[in-house]
């Protein structure tokens, strides 16, 4: 099975952004699963999920990347062994560091995980007025990113968006970025093509 973490701060619209990834994926067959990683006690993005057909895991009351490590790799090997997925698709809390989430189930015995692919999900609409406050996260989220998907589109000028394409550069991501819409699915075809689907 492959992995695709799917990252960003709190807001950014990432479950959105899942449910147009899930589209191609489906309509070609593949098996998904999605575990969804909600820091409280209330799952509101898998009700979200579950009411559009998903099956949905909830890691409750804690972070996956530090936390609830060994509740993913149980998730992972019940996953792989009852269900053989094609793609589990991870949705960290808004303050999980990808990196953790990757190196947590990593050569771990009983999980064959075939590839990582990391996407970051950026708020366009909100970025250029909360980055400084949020650098540090946004930093460690993007230092492991194969795409960065800038999200809400429609709330930002163009000169916006280039504004905060050259941000990314400057906290050092060098990966390439796909400006989306999670609600209408506008540029998610970027996404596709980075997986070969």
């Known amino acids: 099975m492959r992995l695709i973490i799917v990252a960003g701060l709190l807001g950014v619209g990432k479950t959105s952004v899942i449910m147009r990834m899930l589209d191609p994926m489906i309509a070609k067959g593949l098996k998904v ?7 409280g006690a209330m799952g509101v993005d898998s009700e979200v999920l579950e009411k559009n057909g998903m099956k949905v895991r909830d890691l409750k009351g804690g972070c996956i990347c530090c936390t609830l490590q060994a509740g993913l790799v149980d998730d992972l090997r019940i996953l792989q062994t009852e269900y053989d997925p094609d793609y589990v698709i991870v949705e960290p809390s ?3 560091d990808p990196e953790f989430v990757v190196r947590s189930v990593t050569d771990v015995d009983g999980i064959d995980i075939e590839g990582v692919f990391t996407a970051i999900v950026v708020d366009c609409e909100r970025f250029l007025k909360v980055k400084r406050m949020f650098e540090r996260p946004l930093r460690n989220q993007l230092k492991i990113a194969n795409l960065a998907l800038l999200n809400k589109i429609d709330t930002a000028s163009p000169d916006d968006l280039i504004a905060i394409e050259n941000d990314l550069r400057g906290f050092g991501y060098d990966g390439p970025t796909a400006r989306i819409r999670g609600d209408t699915g506008e540029g998610m075809e970027r996404f596709s093509e980075a997986l070969g689907l």
């Open 33 to 39: 699963v999605v575990i969804e990683n909600d820091f």
């Open 94 to 96: 808004g303050i999980a």
